[in-house]
């Protein structure tokens, strides 16, 4: 690296270059192998020969057009590495979010108290509750949504996610 700081520009190249060519993670493969279908290699250890190095070692168009082939299919071939690669990336990272969630059952009847966000017009500032009801749960729906009513039986008339609601204890 340079000592001054105004000859950062000489150096990116070079920055991106390291960038493009490491693997990552979540997809186990380098950018540039997903842009260009093949690793990055010195330009001197390119194994792909030109049409000038081709016709120098007088190959037919045949076996050309046949060797170009294999390495389209190679292409799609390490494109779906890297898809199921992913696929698996974010299977780990479901199951280990997973891990740590509680599931919460609410039933038909059940006292509960409904949590105020700030995006809500029932929110008055920092300092005021947090939670506002009680409410009762009049339906329970699938995936953790619950329907509220009001203490007075009359219904909210949205769903609810059961994150944003808690038991009320009397």
């Known amino acids: 690296m340079t000592d001054n700081y105004k000859g950062w520009h000489e150096q990116l190249p070079y920055a991106l270059l390291g960038y493009r060519t490491t693997a990552r993670t979540s997809t186990g493969a380098t950018p540039y192998l997903l842009v260009y279908g093949t690793e990055a290699v010195i330009p001197g250890k390119v194994k792909i020969p030109s049409l000038r190095i081709i016709q120098k070692a007088e190959l037919d168009n045949a076996e050309w057009v046949r060797a170009r082939y294999k390495q389209l299919a190679l292409i799609d071939e390490k494109k779906m590495i ?3 690669h992913g696929q698996l990336c974010r299977q780990r990272m479901a199951r280990a979010f997973n891990k740590r969630v509680r599931t919460r059952l609410f039933h038909i009847g ?19 509750p947090n939670w506002q009801g009680p409410y009762v ?10 329907v509220l009513a009001e203490m007075d039986g009359q219904d909210r008339p949205k769903p609810i996610n059961s994150d944003a609601i808690r038991r009320y204890y009397v």
């Open 137 to 146: 749960v009049r339906k329970v729906l699938s995936r953790g949504a619950v």
């Open 110 to 128: 059940q006292m509960v108290l409904k949590r105020i966000f700030p995006h809500q017009d029932e929110y008055k500032g920092k300092f005021a």
């Open 82 to 84: 890297v898809v199921y």
